[in-house]
């Protein structure tokens, strides 16, 4: 008999994975402009990016393993009840330095609650529905990250950043709500072992979805004002492409990835995603933004999801947690890295010539994958 995949539980995490993506990245293209506002710097700006991107990091380290020794629930709690308190304090900052001090203790809660999540998911998602199930949940995320940008765009242009706050507060709490009725499988909630900062297995899917986040932080980061030396206003309409084709991922790339390996999912999305990228340099106006945007949203689609499973896959059971902390970690890392890093080359050329200089990091993506694993039987877990 088939394994059950959408249980109650698996459904709440889905919801709260979406809201917390969606709550929290409404602040990356908002908070930068808000520092400016208050007077602060290009620089101090920039910090507001990766400041949170390198506490995450650390907290992942730590999250992973204590999601394993205490389970994910009550860490999601945890995650939750940080970000909440950090966020209803950006009311009351209104000088730089305080924005970026409670920017670090965003980090924490972000490290926390993602990482936790992720480690819920993997325990309810059964071992032979590994692609689909992940997958999943890699669609919450792509989404949540595509749609937070929409939103963010709109709030800040039809009301202000205190209503923003607001809004992020509601999400964030009405998911608390949501996660004390979650339920985990006993034997997953303690596991008692020692503590370990990474997982060995994990570390080659987060080193190439490090590569892989590099030009997507660039987009992240920079879009809006990409769409300022484009003359576009309707910027915001590239994310709505990127949406919509992570959904269409989502109907076919998760089985296929456990029917015929991730080498079928892998190398066609990194492909897409390089034709996107490529589309995005050369960009005239709003349609072929949208139009760059399609390609690199299922390619994004297809390949995030099938890394995180990947490195799932080769976790042992009780060792998901910290799978999932280091996986995540490339992420952030690659985040990070693309926003300051390509930020350079727009400063000295332009931000159509940064885009296309992405592309260098998925080549160099396309080779290690290929190297390692040339030769490989590519199912699940292998």
């Known amino acids: 008999m088939k394994a059950k995949l959408w249980t109650k539980d698996y459904v709440i995490l889905l919801i709260a994975s979406l809201f917390l993506y969606i709550g929290f990245q409404i602040f990356m293209p908002t908070l930068p402009a ?83 999540i992720a480690t819920g998911v993997s325990t309810l998602v059964p071992p032979n529905r590994t692609g689909e199930g992940i997958g999943f949940y890699g669609l919450t995320t792509a989404l949540g990250m595509s749609l937070a940008p929409i939103i963010a765009i709109i709030l800040m242009n039809q009301f202000s950043f205190n209503f923003l706050i607001g809004f992020s507060i509601v999400l964030m709490v009405l ?33 190439l979805c490090m590569l892989m986040a590099f030009p997507l932080g660039g987009i992240q980061t920079f879009m809006m004002i990409y769409g300022l030396e484009l003359h576009v206003k309707m910027v915001w309409i590239f994310f709505v492409g990127q949406a919509i084709m992570v959904l269409v991922s989502r109907v076919f790339a998760g089985r296929l990835y456990d029917l015929k390996g991730h080498r079928v999912v892998i190398i066609p999305g990194i492909l897409l995603m390089g034709i996107g990228l490529w589309w995005l340099s050369m960009a005239m106006g709003a349609w072929s933004l949208f139009g760059s945007s399609l390609f690199f949203g299922l390619g994004y689609g297809m ?69 390692v694993f040339r030769g490989k039987r590519l199912l699940p877990g292998k």
């Open 34 to 116: 808000q520092i400016i506002k208050l007077g602060g710097t290009e620089t101090q700006a920039s910090l507001a990016v990766g400041l949170f991107s390198l506490v995450a990091l650390f907290m992942r380290v730590i999250a992973g393993g204590l999601n394993d020794r205490f389970g994910a629930k009550i860490m999601i709690l945890v995650g939750f009840f940080v970000l909440i308190a950090v966020t209803v304090n950006f009311y009351w900052s209104t000088v730089v330095s305080a924005l970026l001090v409670l920017r670090l203790f965003h980090g924490v809660g972000w490290g926390i609650t993602t990482t936790s």
């Open 175 to 207: 998911v608390f709500l949501l996660v004390t009725r979650l339920k985990m499988p006993k034997e997953a909630r303690v596991v008692k072992h020692k503590m370990q900062l990474f997982d060995k297995g994990a570390l080659l899917p987060a080193l």
């Open 303 to 371: 390949v995030q999801p099938s890394l995180q499973a990947l490195a799932v896959d080769r976790a042992a059971p009780d060792k998901k947690g910290i799978a999932n902390g280091t996986f995540l970690s490339g992420m952030d890392v690659g985040m990070a890295l693309g926003s300051f890093g390509l930020s350079f080359i727009a400063a000295h050329y332009n931000y159509a010539l940064m885009y296309r200089w992405s592309i260098v990091t998925l080549v160099i993506f396309l080779v290690i994958y290929l190297l």
